[in-house]
């Protein structure tokens, strides 16, 4: 990247601020974007961020056992090794706290807060061409101008609330996960009826059974989960992430989920049935997110994956002990890890509870909600506080939410009616000048997020550091390669079993009327990260300068 320049200001006019570059968040995508715009190549650049401080989704998803599923050494930044060496971790797999102290520690070395917006909510942006800026507004009335726009507003961002009847009647008090008040919530004696069990219902279950007279959980879809094994790093092992930073690092970005480990050479078949037993067994007991690397094929071939899949729906039947609920929660409907895989603590166990009850939505729907709690064919169910663990509306909701506008009055929902458009999943034709981190069209949620926040950051910046260099004055993505972006990405996701999940948030289908479309891109981080650098290297190939 290029060295240090020294930062322009940002100059004011009529109540706007004009700047070279805005970034919408403040999570870590728009923390290391300010960074890198900001220090690397000296421009003027703000980062709006609705929310009063850093943390992007860890500062809305405060719910009961709100932890990361990638283990804590790897859900870092690994572009300062300065960093890295005065950072130290806790547990194996770092809670929503933790992760809030390592962002605002972040955010305090660099001393990125005096240039976040906080506060402030975007309702629209709107492209004007004469003058090649983008207009962005916000809730609160702030004009500011831009050439470049950057968003960081997260995956997983947009809550998603369905819309059963009854709601606004009913005299409780009602939560979504993420959105989750910052003093908490008190279940000490209530009632509470929880909707859901993705990896947030999976999580929080545990937590609000301790706590609660009774909870009662409304499964639509039942889930796979793998033990996190949840610990306190040993000393030996934080001696070991500082001394093998470099290899840590090596690791997690020639992998395709860009965690820190490799994915066995292994082919599943090929085992005996005993072998299969046995390794599986060694990986449910060592937890987490590389049970699924203990195979190559397990995500190809589903012969495969049934090996994998019938393993753990055994642990679930030997771990529940009512007969009925285990079958209820081993009933799965999809490959395992063709939805992200969730890794918990005590989740199945928590069914063996006096006070914990499973109730089967997909049998019997809930009908509606009442002033006194939840109804289904079967009746009511009353509760005190009910629990929205029903996810997002995935990739493309928090970008809508922003009100896009692009050339020739284009509004991106217009332009991804039909499911999202974009190249790379950095731009879309129609909308110079706007880069989009994680977004639909890259691997985003089938990885480690830090370690393709990263590689987005340094792509953009590059690509933002040649067209100044080079007197450019607009990019975008062109519309051909888009297209043809798209077919990629589609048969990336059906080379795989990924599209077999038919419920999964991966393909919208947590969204009554959102486009069945495979959003992420499936090809691997590694594969991805290649892809991209040699568009820069063929002068951004694709894209189109003016």
């Known amino acids: 990247m290029p060295d240090t320049m020294i930062q322009t200001a940002a100059p004011q006019s009529a109540g706007v601020t004009h700047l070279d570059a805005l970034i919408i968040g403040a999570g870590l995508s728009g923390m290391y974007q300010l960074l890198c715009l900001r220090d690397r190549l000296g421009l003027s650049v703000k980062a709006l961020e609705a929310g009063q401080g850093v943390g992007g989704t860890w500062y809305w998803n405060r719910y009961p056992g709100a932890r990361c599923d990638s283990e804590s050494h790897s859900y870092s930044f690994y572009f300062s090794d300065e960093l890295l060496q005065e950072w130290q971790w ?76 009854g709601l606004e009647t009913f005299k409780g008090e009602w939560y979504h996960t993420g959105s989750w008040p910052h003093d908490g919530v008190d279940f000490t004696g209530k009632r509470v009826g929880q909707i859901g069990t993705g990896s947030t219902g999976i999580q929080a279950a545990p937590v609000i059974a301790a706590q609660a007279a009774h909870l009662t959980v409304f499964q639509r879809t039942a889930n796979y989960s793998i ?99 285990a079958r209820l929660l081993s009933d799965i409907d999809h490959p395992f890890a063709s939805k992200r895989p969730p890794v918990d603590t005590n989740y199945f166990e928590t069914y063996n509870r006096d006070n914990v009850a499973l109730v089967d939505v997909r049998a019997h729907p809930i009908q509606s909600i009442s002033e006194t709690g939840i109804v289904t064919d079967q009746g009511e169910y009353p509760v005190d506080i009910i629990v929205f663990a029903t996810g997002f509306d995935a990739m493309t909701g928090p970008l809508f939410k922003l009100n896009i506008t692009g050339r020739d009055g284009l509004a991106l929902t217009e332009a991804w009616s039909a499911g999202p458009r974009s190249y790379l999943g950095l731009q879309s034709a129609g909308f110079p000048n706007l880069f989009t981190i994680t977004g639909p069209g890259s691997p985003s949620v089938l990885c480690n997020m830090p370690v393709a926040i990263e590689q987005h950051v340094e792509w953009i910046t590059d690509c933002i550091a040649h067209m100044r260099a080079n007197g450019i004055e607009r990019i975008e993505a062109d519309a051909d390669a888009a297209e043809k972006w798209v077919e990629h990405t589609n048969e990336a996701a059906n080379a795989t079993l990924l599209p077999l999940a038919k419920h999964s948030w991966y393909l919208g289908a947590n969204v009554p009327g959102k486009p069945r479309v495979f959003m992420p891109y499936a090809g691997g981080m590694a594969r991805y990260r290649a892809i991209c650098a040699d568009v820069a290297a063929k002068g951004y190939e694709g894209f189109v300068f003016s």
């Open 227 to 325: 033990p996190a094994r949840n610990a306190p790093l040993t000393d030996a092992f934080k001696a070991w992430t500082k001394t093998s930073a470099a290899e840590i690092r090596t690791t997690m970005q020639s992998t395709p989920n860009g965690h820190p480990f490799l994915i066995s050479p292994r082919l599943a078949l090929d085992s005996t049935p005993e072998e299969r037993e046995a390794l599986y067994e060694a990986a449910w007991d060592y937890g987490g997110l590389q049970f699924r690397a203990t195979y190559q094929d397990m995500m190809t071939n589903k012969a495969a994956n049934d090996t994998a899949a019938e393993f753990l729906k055994a642990k679930i039947r030997g771990i529940v002990k009512d007969p009925e609920t």
């Open 90 to 165: 806790s547990e194996r797999y770092p809670g929503q706290a933790e992760i809030m102290r390592y962002m605002n520690f972040v955010a305090d070395k660099f001393d990125l807060k005096r240039d976040i917006r906080f506060g402030r909510r975007v309702n629209a942006a709107t492209y004007d061409e004469a003058a090649n800026l983008w207009r962005v507004s916000t809730e609160n009335g702030e004009q500011y101008t831009t050439k470049f726009l950057i968003t960081g507003v997260g995956c997983l961002s947009a809550a998603n609330i369905p819309a059963i009847p």
